[in-house]
């Protein structure tokens, strides 16, 4: 073998059945990695990144973020975004398409990716989205090359009309024949309505009120239709930010019956329970909301112990200070809106549930790498660590205690409500196809550096590994 561009030697070798034994090396050439070995069988490399112990990851994934462009820019764009995944030791974006305008179209999905091409960091793919006017647009949606498809069934930001149950089972048809994956804001529309006016009406006004107006069962009704739907069309659906284990709990009865469905969850319902709203008010506003102990707790048991969840991702969803309304967390949260950032808080979060021993490092990968490369069709170039794919790698010094102060986010907008949170792990090196875009706290990476990732198909969740 010729010599080696990088040689990444010292790491703890994560893969999805734990880390690697003995002493080993990854061996990297023209941004794939070439080898893998101890470094006494690899050859020389023109430079050596010793890592000191800590662990090496394959890339992250995060298949669910909100990169705000085009349209507003003033919460956050693709290399703010970019550069907060790098710091945050992720190396892949999906972006979602609840932009402005809206990715409904070939046209408006290739102008997503001119803009990335010009201006992302870090890797890169983008949903479709599909709404009550564009579902003729699905093939040619697969055709341009997106991820899959984004239908958003609760009202959620930026107002998008859904397509009512007959045209999404029908789309489903068309869908099933593509190869890729429909992916769900999955809450009842209806009965989220009829519990915001009602809640307003009553006078109730605090970002608790907010997340009890949209109760758990709207989230399961969704759940269970779609699955439903897809048992009929053959059709591969995914949840997108599930939030409890009474829906985590359908999506694992749906698989069992060999149903093709998936299931992400995000760190904030696995961290925090509804307590969040009375410390955080409405800096932890969000849809899903974070819901109660006994739900938190379920989704742990049947979601991540169990096959109610496949993956791992953060829903960042970066909104400003003012739009929040965080000059008084605890005022009127109809006057507030939802979502917060998650790129920077994913690893360090994940990497705390490790340490604490809630979830092993074989799991982590599994949740956080590799499945959300497969259900997007991304797998094996990313999320799987082997010879021949992309030398993406996420490194990860488990040992470092630190409390996050969020103005040191790399995000234009940073209201999470992990701020102030002790976590125990973080992202100390970032890679990209070989290059080391984050190293020793400094983005290294420049926009135009990250590239749009081709699609294949997806994969049957209900035998995913
Ligand atoms: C998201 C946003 O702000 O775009 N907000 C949220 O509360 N999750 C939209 C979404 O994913 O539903
Ligand atoms: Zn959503």
């Known amino acids: 073998m010729d010599e080696l561009d990088s040689l990444f030697v010292n790491g703890r070798v994560i893969t999805p059945d734990g880390p690697l034994d003995g002493d080993v090396a990854v061996g990297v050439t023209d941004g794939t990695i070439a080898a893998i070995g101890t470094p006494a069988s690899l050859p020389s490399a023109d430079r050596v990144v010793d890592l000191d112990g800590q662990y090496l990851l394959p890339g992250v994934v995060d298949c669910h973020v909100h990169t705000r462009s085009p349209g507003d820019e003033h919460k956050e764009d693709w290399t703010t975004i970019t550069r907060a995944a790098a710091a945050g030791g992720v190396t892949t974006l999906i972006a979602m398409p609840n932009t402005d305008p809206i990715v409904s179209t070939p046209d408006r999905l290739r102008r997503v990716y001119e803009i990335a091409d010009r201006d992302a960091l870090v890797d890169f793919q983008s949903y479709g989205v599909l709404t009550a006017e564009n579902t003729a647009q699905v093939t040619p949606l697969a055709e341009a090359g997106a991820a899959g498809y984004k239908v958003f069934l609760g009202t959620t930001f930026g107002e998008i009309e859904p397509p009512n149950d007959g045209q999404l089972f029908d789309a489903m048809k068309e869908i099933a024949e593509t190869g890729l994956r429909v992916g769900f804001h999955e809450e009842n529309d209806d009965i989220l309505s009829f519990y915001e006016a009602e809640t307003k009406a009553a006078g109730r006004n605090r970002a608790l009120d907010h997340a009890r107006s949209r109760p758990v069962v ?247 590994e």
Not at 267 to 279: N, Q
């Open 218 to 464: 709207a989230e399961a009704e969704a759940v269970q239709r779609t699955t439903l739907f897809s048992e009929h069309t053959g059709c591969p659906v995914h949840m997108f930010h599930l939030s409890s284990g009474t829906a985590a709990e359908i999506v694992a009865r749906g698989k069992a019956r060999g149903v093709n469905v998936s299931a992400e969850t995000c760190p904030h319902y696995l961290w925090f329970d509804e307590d969040v709203y009375a410390e955080k008010g409405n800096a932890a506003r969000v849809q899903p909301p974070i819901r109660s102990t006994a739900e938190r707790d379920r989704l742990w048991e049947v979601g991540i112990d169990g096959d109610g969840v496949d993956c791992v991702a953060t829903d960042h969803a970066p909104h400003t200070d003012e739009e929040k309304g965080l000059s008084d967390p605890f005022g009127n949260t109809w006057e507030s809106i939802s979502g917060f950032v998650g790129v920077e808080t994913e690893v360090p979060a994940m990497a705390t549930f490790v340490d604490e021993g809630r979830l092993s490092l074989g799991e982590w990968i599994r949740l956080h790498c590799v499945r959300p490369a497969k259900l997007w069709g991304l797998y094996p170039q990313k999320g799987s660590l082997q010879v021949g794919t992309d030398a993406d790698f996420t490194v990860v010094d488990p040992a470092v205690e630190w409390t996050l102060d969020r103005r040191s986010l790399h995000s234009k907008s940073t209201a999470t409500p992990f701020d102030g949170a002790r976590f125990r792990g973080r992202a100390t090196m970032t890679v990209v196809r070989g290059s080391v875009v984050y190293a020793e706290g400094e983005v290294l990476a420049s926009p135009g550096d990250g590239e749009r990732v081709p699609v294949g198909e997806t994969v049957d969740a209900s035998a995913l």
